[in-house]
């Protein structure tokens, strides 16, 4: 059947099923998370480098990972929005990482923002928006914080936000976090974006679901009719794989994070120093080599590796490069104003 | 006589002396202020322009005018240096000012300074520094925090830094504020850096005023010796005029300002909006237009205006120097790096 006559015949049923094609459509392959790299340095800002962030666009509305001295200014060169700004994740509350979150809130609440804003971060993030951030800028829309959330969280976009939701099948998005290894408490995170089982028509039409319970059991939920149970599974097919993004900094490279990273489609990690040479600095300032969090990719055999957070001591990280690829050889260096698009595959 | 059997007899005569000569020399003629414009943008920051701030080097050490999110990083682009900056003014707390403080203070300590800073502002910066800036920062190093100063400062470099003095006629530059009108509390400053009358060896001599008293009588100071008063102006030549830098922003501009700037060698005063149109904007968010700030540099007589603080909607703040210049012909429009050396006459 052509996919305009599908539509046709879906509007013509009823306002559910309509609403389920919509969704079944915008859920579809192209769903995908787009990354930019706001910045790619560590400790000061430069004039050289950005501090380290990233931006992950989700169907238009933002995530931002970290918040150092100059964030607002990079979102602004990289064109980046203010107001579809959600969620804020902090690792840490080393001056590089929040810096900038007086002038980024200012900044949105300037533009005329009124929906709520979700910054998520360790231990003592509450009070810092609370006692020091807030008190010194202009935020005229609610803040949720969410400090070193012990289990995982769900995000679905919700009234046009991306919001934390009660984690159930029907969640677009998942939140893990994860105990770095810092001279603060520092948090790592992943984002797993879910791919739902194909929807196969002809499997639910042979199964004799109705079709006004396809959207439910699309979504994962079990659903009794007319006294007959009704599963996902007589309207889905194999399970699939989504996206995972990680995102570790600041960090030594302890053993813990290879199981939280398992199978990323991306990594990306801190690398504060290119040179094998620098293991010792590495070791005293709590961050790792180009190296180690080579060796975090491989042993967490993600698909590929994307270093930032780099020293100021290094003029090109590029030059470092092979002390990654050696052993990891998806790897990339990150600039200020990288861009990758990350899709179901 | 030629200058080095000049200074070959002093340093024969005793050390008093020499240092004396070495004094002399330094507070001579080659005596300035060289000044960095670090930012020219106001609200917020952008790729294109820095906020608004000023560096005044004075002998090698410096007086950093407000510190909005960036300036550290304006610092590093024009060179300044972080480790030879001893006072910051502060104009008034709103964030384009002050949300670069904790990642300058951090980049200081971590530039190994030991010596005092100074910070100067208006109501309720200890507040901000004490409860808001210091608990997120990393200052090694110890600040002083000056609110509201109701009367004129002296400066004078003691101990290799620029530090607050009593006022006295050996003070080598004096710091005036006049409150504002912005939409919070706001400080304009002013600089006078003294020029001591010249030292006249023969009228030193034909007055018999004995050599070990000349340092004294030329610093202002009278001497009795012997039984003997002597006086300054019998080794002095004519007063002679100063250099005075005034820094008016955010505000209205309001009739105190005038008096308060009169005869500057330079205003740097804000120039939020070009547009004459604007008028109303200006009046709304208690700023000034290009006209409104040539008005004031007209009626206090300066010698040269240059305009900063500009509103993000222009582009281009040259296309309306015009408004300004058909006021008051010696404007500059500021930009990001602007230098000027202001000496004496």
């Known amino acids: 059947m052509p996919y305009y006559l599908f539509f046709y015949d879906y509007l013509l049923f009823n306002k559910l099923n309509w609403v389920y094609f919509k969704d079944n459509y915008i859920k579809g392959d192209d769903i995908m998370l787009n990354l ?12 050289e480098r950005f501090l380290s962030s990233l931006i992950i666009d989700y169907k238009g509305r933002k995530i931002l990972m970290d918040c150092g001295e100059g964030t607002q200014v990079a ?3 990289f064109n980046t929005g203010f107001r579809t700004l959600d969620i804020i994740c902090i690792t840490h509350l080393h001056g590089d990482h929040i810096y900038g979150l007086p002038g980024l809130l200012a900044t949105i609440g300037n533009s005329n923002r009124t929906e709520p804003l979700t910054i998520i971060g360790p231990m003592h993030i509450k009070k810092l928006i609370e006692e020091i951030i807030l008190p010194i800028t202009y935020a005229p829309f609610g803040i949720y914080v969410v400090e070193s959330p012990n289990e ?19 969640t677009e998005m998942t939140l893990s976090t994860i ?39 699309q979504h994962g939920e079990s659903f009794e009719l007319n006294g007959r149970l009704y599963k996902p599974e007589m309207v889905l097919g194999d399970k699939r794989k989504g996206i995972k993004l990680s995102y570790i900094t600041d960090s030594r490279s302890i053993d813990n994070i290879v199981p939280f990273i398992k199978d990323s489609d991306l990594l990306i990690c801190e690398g504060t120093y290119g040179d094998d040479e620098d293991i010792q600095k590495a070791k005293a300032h709590m961050h790792m ?8 990719a491989r042993k967490g055999k993600v698909r590929d590796l994307l270093l930032t957070h780099f020293s100021q001591t290094m003029d090109d990280p590029r030059e470092y490069k092979d002390n990654a690829t050696k052993i990891f050889h998806n790897t990339a260096i990150g600039y200020d104003g990288w861009k990758k698009t990350l899709k179901y595959r």
């Open 152 to 170: 995982d969280l769900g995000l679905s976009i919700i009234e046009e936000g991306l919001r934390i939701v009660e984690e159930s099948n029907s």
């Open 289 to 296: 080599t180009f190296g180690e969090a080579a060796n975090l």
């Open 36 to 47: 930019t790299l706001l910045g790619s340095g560590g400790t000061m800002p430069t004039p």
């Open 75 to 77: 979102m602004r060169k």
């Open 179 to 217: 105990e770095l290894d810092h001279s603060a408490p520092c948090l790592g995170y992943s984002f797993y974006l879910k791919r739902h089982p194909k929807f196969i028509v002809e499997k639910a039409m042979g199964n004799g679901v109705p079709r006004e319970i396809w959207k439910a059991l």
